[in-house]
């Protein structure tokens, strides 16, 4: 374990915890309902949404980033800790951020069997009981969709992060080939839903949200646009699996 190494950094990362239920809002409401009974299968359910596309998407964030020994990154809205786990592989020390938690319950067992170095904290997005210029890379992974405000979280990430270092989006996209576009929309409204429910009613209903979530998503375009009003230099788009996911980043 590293835990040693980390230990004065870590001392310094929290700040004043803030009570995030403090600030309830209904967005934050539903999405920390959806997420609350889905953490069992999430894993397994993410593989086959992605065609097993998944682990090439943390991948392309890992190499962006440039992670390694040493580093310290902000993994926020964790989930069950993919995105925190795939970082700390490359012996980075990794904070997940999520505001469910049966989700960082989750992303704590994992950690009972594993050797890296993570912790997890419960806070939203839009509000980080973190200290500033702290982090050599901050991400969001498959969840800029369901924050409530965009401009707050990527601000909050921009914060937490070192100068000279990125703040990574990656999420899911609207494909933009016209050929593409109706089999893309046919698979997550109709067929992901329908597997959904072979798993349970209420996988149904996730993966509806998330067609609805993506349907009315912005592009990444616009997000990169984001990044830059508030200050992330050097911005970038890639798109990936047919157009269907996109990482976006920027440099603080
Ligand atoms: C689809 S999961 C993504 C998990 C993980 N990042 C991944 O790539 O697999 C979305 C996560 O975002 C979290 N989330 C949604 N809104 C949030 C917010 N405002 N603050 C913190 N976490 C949030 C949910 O609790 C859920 O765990």
Same mark, same amino acid.
Request: net charge negative; charged share 30%.
């Given at each position: 374990m590293k835990t040693d190494s980390f230990a004065i950094a870590r001392s310094q990362?929290?700040? %004043? *915890?803030? +009570?995030? @239920? @403090? %600030? *309830? +809002?209904k967005k934050v409401n539903y999405v920390r309902r959806l997420f609350s009974e889905g953490p069992d299968e999430y894993d397994f359910l993410l593989k086959i949404l992605s065609l097993g596309r998944d682990n090439y998407w943390r991948r392309s964030m890992v190499q962006k980033a440039e992670s390694r020994v040493s580093n310290m990154v902000l993994d926020i @809205?964790?989930?069950?800790g993919l995105v925190t786990y795939s970082f700390a592989k490359t012996g980075a020390y990794v904070v997940g951020i999520d505001v469910t938690r049966e989700m960082l319950k989750h992303a704590l067992e994992l950690r009972e069997y594993r050797i890296f170095d993570v912790d997890f904290i419960l806070a939203r997005a839009e509000n980080l009981p973190l200290q500033p210029d702290v982090f050599d890379a901050s991400t969001i992974s498959l969840a800029l969709r369901n924050v409530s405000s965009q401009v707050e979280t990527l601000s909050e990430m921009r914060r937490c992060t070192k100068k000279g270092k990125p703040v990574m989006s990656l999420d899911f996209a609207r494909p933009r080939g016209h050929l593409f576009k109706p089999f893309y929309r046919f698979y997550i409204f109709r067929v992901l839903p329908t597997f959904g429910l072979v798993i349970s009613k209420h996988w149904k209903v996730i993966f509806l949200y998330l067609a609805n979530s993506i349907e009315k998503s912005r592009d990444p375009e616009r997000i990169k646009e984001t990044m830059e009003s508030i200050g992330l230099n050097e911005s970038s788009v890639k798109r990936m699996t047919h157009g269907t996911t996109a990482l976006v980043s920027g440099i603080k």
């Open positions: 990362l929290t700040r %004043e *915890p803030s +009570d995030t @239920a @403090a %600030e *309830p +809002d @809205a964790c989930g069950t």
